[in-house]
């Protein structure tokens, strides 16, 4: 298997170029400007497309330009930029091209810092843009799935016609890592039954997201929410560490997962029953998952760079179950293996250290 | 001669993407400007012979349903970004024809950044800008180039200069750029102006076909029901007012001069086999010798910035791959920035990696006293303390960590090149660790440094580092 030592955001280009994605537009921010450089680098190299947009604005209509032709187009940013591509994709999915869009998250809210944060949960597993839109969003945590994943998002966006995210953090786009280098294969989906090639077999398509008639958007809004269902029904995906006999649940994703793992190899080495639950795709989220380990587990810890934003996720699939508590760091603060340890032995012990 | 009156066929003859009732009729109002425009873009789409492949782009403003009337490839899009997705539409697939069709909000406010910079990059699009000097389909309101003194639903009392700025001129600014072709103003306000506009469509298409770059053409229009006029006063005020401020004319033509094909890029389809070779050449050059670890490695490597610890944790995380295990490297983040110490955390494990920040580590490097003090308390106990004794003038605690003092900086400057003291360390580490032997290590070097004329400095200063902890004992 050939192999190299990367980043984890030289990795999401290496899987982009591998998911066959023709096209790339972006804007530089610091904790994702190595995406673009190694974009501006490759993309070019192998007959692609690379423009430094003027905007993040800019970049995402492009990136609505090259989709509309049924050709695989990305852009990448980090939390400020994103915010700015919400227009952008409102848009795309409202006229169902695939495109697939990264967010190196960094600290918030407003300029905040350049430094790991999980604060854009929100925004993107909730809409972020206006109307009733989803994004498939894949959450990697090592550079192996900054690759995988990429490639896994372009398929899916192709799949559902929808945008898809990679929702990442500073530590896990700058971490080096030992990555397999992947082998590229043929797109298997037909683009031309909705893109637009301005030739006569394509001119029946319609690249919009305008519907004037109330009765004729309503339509297409439940169009989209049953599409939705099926992904809800279909993509889901999260995996579990040590989670079999645990008394106490830890669902953590991203950076704050590889944290997590080292966490409970302490706490199994000091005889405390503690898995992992990780989503892999935040959304759709593992609701079913989490409501299984919920009734198996005496408690729930949710884990994240934030104030609290999955934590509502996992209460909703809890139902009230078991109890859900909460730890959380921000601002760029990420929490040692320790303290996180030392919240589940208190937790353990009743909640009385 | 019955032709004349036909519509052309890039011309939708019923328009079927409206709603019932109202198929046979634009939505445009008596006297507008849009169809006139309109009928000319699709005569010279037919005449050119662009028809199959021609895409339209139609963003928000009377003219977002575009897609009624050409029979051409659409797209829809958002406010003012019609430049941004046109430029992908063209860059992704050259061969389109590429129009984009912007009313004066769309074009010069929203949407100003993404037309001075399709222009300035030069994209081979044409660009159809109709100025009518108000918002027509939001109700009337106040454009960028809505006239000093004229009334809006946002200027009630008319547009003033200091409070609502003055009228922009799109044309004048755009040709101050390098990179466009033609940039023209037209108008429609007799027919004499209209046949010149009929000439400034079809030039800017036809430079487009031809590679020849970005083409501009302002088409001033009447907007009789947003100006409160009858057609007939809308196009006595497009020649009598609208034109003081906005001179019909050509701007730029460098159509002559430009070279054929000059502004064409290229979009080549995904190519499997050459992707495959292309990410093949990425891999590492290292090979695979399995090299059996007793025990995961959790390091930190700190000092100044310049003094190559970022770069020792590059290489001994190269030296653990090629040995078959997992790695990590990452530079420090947050808090650990500050204080005068630049850090990098590797771990080298047998299985996977957990946190990938290294918060208690088994190897620490420090190579400054602002580093010893900050790290050495999170060594494990019994872990290994690398001190470049040359620089720090603190002592570790030798009862609880297993350290080697060693003046790394002194030994590379003897060497030849203070650069390489992070090298005598990495001789150290492996010295005193025994967790990688000396050919070993000094056969990945050799591959993995790029600078070659370094190399031997290199190697000297991982024996010198080596040789530094056997004399020790």
Same mark, same amino acid.
């Given at each position: ?159 559902? /016609? ?29 683009? /031309? ?9 394509t001119r029946q398509n319609l690249i919009s997201s305008i519907f004037l008639e109330p009765e004729e ?137 | ?141 106040m454009a960028p180039t809505t006239m000093i003194g004229q009334r809006t639903t946002t200027t009630p ?317």
């Open positions: 298997m050939a192999r190299q030592f990367m980043k984890g955001n030289d990795a999401i280009i290496l899987g982009a170029l591998a998911a066959g994605c023709r096209a790339y537009y972006g804007y530089p921010i610091t904790p994702a400007s190595e995406i673009a450089h190694a974009a501006s680098l490759h993309f070019p190299a192998l007959g692609g497309v690379f423009i430094q947009a003027e905007s993040e604005v800019a970049a995402i209509n492009m990136v609505y330009g090259t989709a509309g032709m049924g050709i695989r187009a990305m852009t990448a940013s980090s939390s400020p930029g994103f915010s700015l591509k919400q227009e952008g994709l409102s848009y795309i999915a409202g006229a169902e091209l695939p495109c697939v869009v990264v967010n190196i998250v960094r600290g918030g809210p407003g300029l905040g810092n350049i430094a790991p944060e999980q604060a854009d949960y929100f925004q993107i597993t909730k809409g972020g843009g206006h109307g009733n839109y989803r994004l498939i969003a894949l959450a990697p945590n090592s550079a192996q799935e900054m690759c995988n994943l990429t490639m896994l998002a372009f398929d899916l966006a192709d799949k559902y /016609r929808n945008p898809a995210c990679i929702m990442a953090d500073g530590i896990t786009g700058q971490m080096m890592e030992v990555v397999d280098i992947p082998e590229p294969k043929p797109i298997p989906f037909d683009h /031309r039954s909705w893109a637009v090639h301005g030739d006569a077999q958007l309503e339509k297409h809004n439940l169009k989209l929410d049953r599409k939705y269902r099926e992904i809800m029904a279909h993509e889901v995906r999260h995996e579990t560490y040590r989670t079999e006999d645990a008394d106490l649940v830890v669902v953590a994703y991203g950076v704050t997962s590889r944290i997590v793992y080292s966490a409970i190899d302490q706490a199994r080495e000091a005889g405390l029953k503690v898995g992992l639950l990780r989503p892999i795709t935040i959304w759709p989220f593992p609701s079913q998952a989490v409501a299984e380990a919920a009734q198996k587990a005496k408690q729930i810890l949710v884990v994240e760079l934030s104030t609290g934003q999955m934590v509502e996720d996992v209460q909703l699939a809890v139902l009230g179950r078991c109890p859900v508590h909460f730890y959380g760091r921000c601002g760029g603060m990420v929490p040692s293996s320790n303290e996180i340890l030392s919240e589940c032995e208190r937790i353990l012990a009743g909640g009385k250290n | 001669m019955a032709k004349v009156f036909e519509k052309p066929a890039s011309f939708y003859s019923e328009f079927e993407r409206k709603s019932a009732g109202h198929k046979k009729t634009t939505h445009y109002c008596p006297g507008c400007g849009h169809g006139n425009v309109h009928k000319m873009i699709a005569e010279a789409i037919e005449d050119l012979g662009v028809a199959e492949r021609s895409v339209f782009v139609s963003p928000v403003g009377c003219s977002v349903f575009g897609y009624y009337y050409f029979n051409s490839g659409n797209f829809q899009s958002a406010h003012g970004r019609a430049a941004a997705v046109a430029t992908g539409i063209k860059r992704a697939n050259p061969d389109s024809i590429v129009m984009s069709y912007q009313g004066d909000g769309d074009l010069a406010a929203i949407g100003t950044a993404e037309t001075v910079h399709a222009a300035n990059r030069g994209e081979n699009i044409s660009v159809f800008f109709i100025n009518n000097a108000i918002y027509g389909m939001t109700g009337g309101q009392r008319g547009r003033t200069e200091v409070d609502h700025g003055n009228p922009v001129r799109m044309c004048e600014i755009l040709a101050t750029l390098p990179a466009p072709t033609f940039i023209t103003r037209v108008g429609l306000g007799n027919s004499k102006q209209i046949m010149q506009a009929r000439k400034a469509i079809r030039k800017a298409l036809q430079i487009q076909i031809e590679g020849k770059g970005y083409s501009f053409v302002e088409i001033l229009a009447p907007c009789p029901t947003g100006w409160k006029m009858d057609p007939p006063e809308a196009r006595d005020h497009l020649t009598k007012v609208m034109e003081e401020i906005f001179p019909l004319g050509v701007y730029k033509d460098v159509s002559d001069e430009a070279e054929a094909g000059h502004w064409n890029r290229i979009s080549k389809p995904f190519d499997v086999e050459a992707r495959h070779a292309y990410l093949q050449s990425m891999k590492t050059p290292l090979s695979l010798e399995p090299v059996p670890l007793a025990k995961d490695l959790a390091c930190k490597f700190a000092g100044f910035g310049g003094q190559g610890v970022l770069t020792l944790g590059l290489f001994l995380a190269q030296v653990g791959m090629k040995a078959g295990h997992q790695v990590s490297w990452i530079p420090a983040y947050g808090p650990e920035m500050r204080g005068g110490t630049a850090n990098c955390s590797v771990n080298i494990c047998r299985g996977r990696i957990g946190a990938p920040t290294v918060d208690h580590p088994n190897v620490l490097v420090v190579m400054n006293q602002p580093s010893l003090d900050m790290f050495e308390d999170t060594v494990v106990d019994g872990g290994w303390i690398f001190v470049d004794s040359g620089i720090c003038t603190g002592v570790p605690d030798r009862k609880r960590l297993r350290a080697i003092m060693l003046p790394a900086t002194e030994i590379a400057d003897k060497i030849g090149s203070p650069k390489v003291a992070n090298v005598v360390m990495l001789g150290a580490i492996c010295a005193a660790t025994g967790i990688f032997g000396a050919d070993y290590v000094k056969e990945t070097l050799r591959i993995i440094i790029k600078r070659k004329e370094l190399l031997d400095t290199n190697l000297l200063a991982f024996d010198a580092g080596w040789q530094a902890v056997v004399e020790q004992g």
